[in-house]
C-alpha cells in the first residue's frame, strides 16, 4: 500500500534536488544538526555530504517512487497499463 501524491511544480523543484532517480539517498535534516542529537557530529557529517558507502541494513524508513513518464512500471503498477502493453506491441 502506498499514496499517491500530485506534486505542484514549485515543490518538484524543491524535491528534485534531494531525489534522484537509481540513486537511494540518506536525508538529514538541517535542523537535527543545529538541534538534535546529531550536534556533536556536524562536521563530520557535512564532510560525508555526497556519495558514501551505506547500507540501509533492512528496509529503508520511506520509499519514494516517482511516475513522471508513460508507459512505465510505475503507470502499470497503478493500474494504467501501458508498461506490459508496450512488450505486446512489438
Do not use: C
Not at 520511506?62 to 502493453?85: C, K, N, W, Y
Amino acid at each position: 500500500m502506498a499514496q499517491l501524491k500530485i506534486v505542484p511544480k514549485e515543490d518538484w523543484s524543491i524535491l528534485d534536488k534531494y531525489l534522484h532517480r537509481s540513486t537511494d539517498v540518506v536525508l538529514v535534516p538541517e535542523e537535527a544538526l543545529l538541534n538534535g542529537s546529531l550536534g556533536s557530529m556536524t562536521s563530520k557529517i557535512r564532510d560525508l555530504e555526497g556519495y558514501v558507502d551505506y547500507s540501509f541494513g533492512g528496509d529503508p524508513d520511506i520509499r519514494v517512487d516517482i511516475l513522471d513518464e508513460f508507459p512505465s512500471f510505475q503507470a502499470s503498477e497503478l493500474g494504467l497499463g501501458g508498461f506490459d502493453d508496450e512488450e505486446d506491441d512489438g
